[in-house]
């Protein structure tokens, strides 16, 4: 019943803007976060940014003061504004979203993924 519909992405050159969207088939205020993480072949992925229970947010030192992670309760929607993109930020992003089952692990829904490319 669960998923997770990610839009936004492409190519963009080195100090460009990028805006992703992830929309889920549920209110978000289910989960207990949700961000992105992203992942190159060879490198283990990495956590982006998320936002959870509050609106707290946690953001990867290498974004920080770059990209802001933010949400729509109404449209079940999680955005991530990227700004001043560095060829370093190439990767596929994957949109994650965690919900707590019982008092086990929580179970982990995933977006699509999507490219971004940044180089001149």
């Known amino acids: 019943q669960v998923h997770l519909v990610e839009s936004g992405g492409g190519w963009v050159q080195p100090g460009g803007p990028l805006r992703f969207s992830c929309a889920a088939s549920?209110?978000?205020?289910?989960?207990?976060?949700m961000g992105w993480y992203r992942h190159t072949p060879g490198k283990q992925r990495e956590l982006v940014a998320t936002?959870?229970?509050?609106?707290?947010?946690n953001y990867a030192d290498s974004v920080k003061g770059r990209f802001t992670i933010s949400r729509d309760g109404a449209k079940n929607t999680v955005y991530l504004q990227m700004n001043s993109l560095k060829p370093e930020d190439t990767a596929v992003y994957y949109c994650n979203a965690e919900m707590r089952v019982g008092l086990g692990s929580p179970a982990n829904y995933w977006g699509q993924g999507t490219q971004v490319t940044v180089s001149s």
């Open positions: 936002i959870g229970r509050g609106a707290m947010t």
């Open positions: 549920v209110t978000i205020f289910s989960f207990n976060a």
